[in-house]
């Protein structure tokens, strides 16, 4: 999708999509983020985004100047965090995560790779959020939760349980979605 291309984020220019990466990989001064975030495609970021064999040393990570971001935060590589996003202290954000605006990431938080947060999320402290999670935006999440690797938590949930990897959650409280055997 090209539809970004000749736009800008924070000052850094976006150039293109997967069909010109390797002509920008020839420019040793240019760094790349990239960022998939459809929530059909949660489960398989990583493997979207380790195709594209790209050296860790040239991702790049991206805060909007209207975040602010507390003392001994974490960040990895290939993240994207945008406008007023507040992460307080002690949290660990790993690679290719992607948080988007107007989110409040508490205290001793946890976010691993690949994880995507929406618009206007609010992390309670010390949740930990496992792998390739996808935080539907409006979404709110009490403090000391686990939610497992590749779930997803559906717009404007309410998060007052552990959730196990591989599911489903939507509403308030959040409760499984259960899917058709061929979903």
């Not at 205290?107 to 999670?133: K, Q, R």
Request: glycine share 10%; charged share 15%; aromatic share 2%.
């Amino acid at each position: 999708d090209d539809s970004c291309s000749g736009k800008s984020f924070s000052s850094v220019s976006v150039i293109g999509n997967r069909s010109k990466l390797s002509e920008l990989l020839r420019d040793k001064s240019i760094s790349i983020l990239a960022v998939p975030g459809r929530p059909e495609t949660h489960r398989n970021r990583l493997s979207l985004i380790h195709s594209l064999n790209i050296s860790a040393d040239r991702w790049a990570t991206v805060i909007h100047p209207t975040a602010v971001i507390g003392p001994n935060v974490e960040i990895g590589s290939n993240v994207l965090i945008m406008a007023n996003t507040v992460i307080t202290g002690g949290n660990s954000i790993g690679n290719h995560v992607v948080v988007l605006p107007n989110t409040t990431i508490s205290h001793d938080t946890s976010i691993g790779d690949g994880s995507l947060i929406g618009s206007n999320v609010s992390i309670s402290g010390s949740v930990n959020i496992g792998n390739e999670v996808y935080i539907g935006s409006g979404s709110r999440i009490i403090n000391e939760i686990s939610i497992g690797d590749r779930s997803l938590v559906g717009l404007g949930s309410v998060v007052i349980r552990d959730i196990k990897p591989n599911v489903r959650v939507v509403g308030c409280p959040a409760r499984e979605l259960l899917l058709d055997s061929d979903d």
